[in-house]
């Protein structure tokens, strides 16, 4: 069973720089494309980082996404209070069928 | 405006079923698919599987096999989730999404989300 693990929680102060990881059990974690996820309380989800480092349209440059080997990262500079929030890491395992994996969530605090 | 509306949330009992809805508005969900995917209260996130847009062709996660039914009715620009034999820990909050044109598992656009309880 593929499985993404993320640290449950990343803190930084306004302006800040903050990374944080997503690991997972192949050597290849960027193969399929790692994508990342920004989760505000109390709304849905929103695409933040595909394809390992690409941003869609709207999503500020102070978000950085990177892989390699097993691992991808996040990073979040000029840290804002705005973004508090749950990140999730995804991606895909093409296991029987093939399905998409979340990793457990990292909720950053804005200190 | 690209977006997704889902039905109303729903209380439903043990072993149940519950069908969620999800609307398409606009015109850019033609060879899409449109992914479900849930959340526990405090949780994280679960893929539940996908549909087609064109062919209707569908994938789910193993663990929902078999208790899962996702379609898409191109008449109406809709998708649905059919979920049966409710547990009670399948509480939660579900969501539709799309997935973008160019990675077919990222998701650019989501539904507000459903939230169904399972309560006797």
């Known amino acids: 069973q593929f499985v993404l693990t993320q640290p449950p929680s990343a803190s930084g102060t306004p302006g800040q720089r903050v990374t944080f990881s997503c690991s997972g059990s192949?050597?290849?974690?960027?193969?399929?494309?790692v994508n990342w996820y920004q989760q505000l309380p109390g709304t849905a989800p929103r695409l933040l980082i595909y394809r390992n480092n690409e941003r869609p349209s709207g999503v500020p440059d102070r978000f950085t996404g990177s892989t390699s080997g097993s691992s991808a990262s996040l990073a979040i500079s000029g840290l804002q209070s705005e973004d508090e929030a749950y990140y999730y890491c995804a991606t895909w395992d093409d296991d029987l069928d093939g399905h998409v994996v979340f990793g457990g969530g990292t909720k950053v605090s804005v200190l | 405006q690209v977006q997704l509306v889902q039905s109303g949330a729903a209380v439903k009992k043990p072993g149940a079923s519950v069908k969620v809805s999800c609307q398409a508005a606009g015109n850019a969900f033609s060879d899409h698919y449109i992914n479900w995917v849930r959340q526990a209260p405090g949780q994280g996130l679960e893929w539940i599987g996908w549909?087609?847009?064109?062919?209707?062709?569908?994938n789910y996660a193993q663990k929902f096999q078999g208790r899962v039914t996702l379609t898409w009715d191109t008449s109406i620009s809709a998708a649905y989730m059919d979920l049966s034999s409710l547990k009670f820990d399948d509480s939660a909050i579900y969501y539709c999404?799309?997935?973008?044109?160019?990675?077919?598992?990222?998701?650019?656009?989501w539904g507000q989300g459903t939230m169904v309880t399972v309560s006797s």
């Open positions: 549909v087609h847009t064109d062919s209707g062709d569908t």
């Open positions: 192949t050597s290849d974690l960027g193969r399929y494309g």
């Open positions: 999404a799309r997935n973008t044109p160019l990675v077919l598992h990222a998701f650019d656009v």
